[in-house]
């Protein structure tokens, strides 16, 4: 299955680890879904001072609620096959 970056439109194959385009906001989602910090506070029901400080510093001036459900949509979209993550 072939993806495609929603913001940069990189195209790669799946069979390949994708890569993180700096500035793509696409890319960002993907490896915040990805990361320790997510898994924690998925698990936990809750944002984690350290989550909410990665949000903050990778997303700067933005809601922190409203990217961490744009991270969970992306998570989520992993879990069915649609996007992949690493």
């Known amino acids: 299955m072939n993806f495609k970056h929603e913001s940069c ?3 790669y194959v799946d069979d390949l680890k994708p890569p993180y385009a700096s500035g793509c906001r696409t890319c960002a989602l993907r490896a915040m879904a990805s990361s ?4 924690s ?6 944002l984690t001072p350290a989550y909410r400080k ?6 700067p ?7 961490h ?7 989520e979209r992993a879990s069915n096959g649609k996007v992949a993550l690493l």
């Open 9 to 11: 439109g990189y195209d």
């Open 36 to 39: 320790p910090g997510y898994a």
């Open 41 to 46: 506070s998925n698990r936990l029901g809750l």
């Open 54 to 59: 990665a949000l903050e510093a990778t997303f």
């Open 61 to 67: 001036g933005e809601d922190v609620r409203a990217v």
């Open 69 to 75: 459900a744009q991270v969970k949509t992306t998570s």
